[in-house]
């Protein structure tokens, strides 16, 4: 929250929160605690309501499989999770250059299971602007899971593409978060 009051005390206009696949868990409890926010990008992103987490969002959607499942390793006894190169690739770049999806890989790290399952404590979509961004070949985030995420966004932009369309669809994914910025 730190870097937002930054942000107003140097007079910049609202900022645009862009949030990636568990990172739109990430914006939302950021900008339910901040009201300085003009605009919430979810990209393939879990838009949660209040009360829920990541996990509990999975639990209540209609059970579909996705191949990130299968790349999931959990370690240190439960408390953290990590991905499995070969089989997270073409779970998060499956419409990437091998050697860009190698690069993107190479930065991952573990994923503390806390924060999967802890409960966002707003619903900021309900007074800030939202745009889904629906990312149609996602084998990480199901498109028929991010179709219910969508419907709770004010617009929904619909991208033939994979999980990371940062690198998969880049023109499009920063016109489209440029746009959103200028606004």
Known sequence: MRVLRDLDDRGHRPPVLVGHSYGGAVITEAASRHS??????YVAAFALDRGESVMG???SFPPR????????????????SVLDP???????????????AEAALARLSPQPMATMVQDVTGSPRQSIASTYVLCE?????????????????TDTVVLDTDHSPFVSAVPETADLIEAIARR
């Open 36 to 41: 300085a926010v003009a605009h919430l990008v």
């Open 86 to 100: 070969a089989t997270a690739a073409p779970a998060l770049y499956n419409e990437c250059p091998p050697a860009i």
């Open 137 to 153: 070949r996602d084998l990480a985030v199901h498109p028929d899971h991010q179709r219910i995420m969508a419907a709770r966004c």
């Open 65 to 80: 499989d996705v191949a990130l499942s299968a790349a999931m390793r959990v370690v240190d006894g439960g408390a953290a």
């Open 57 to 59: 969002a999975l639990r």
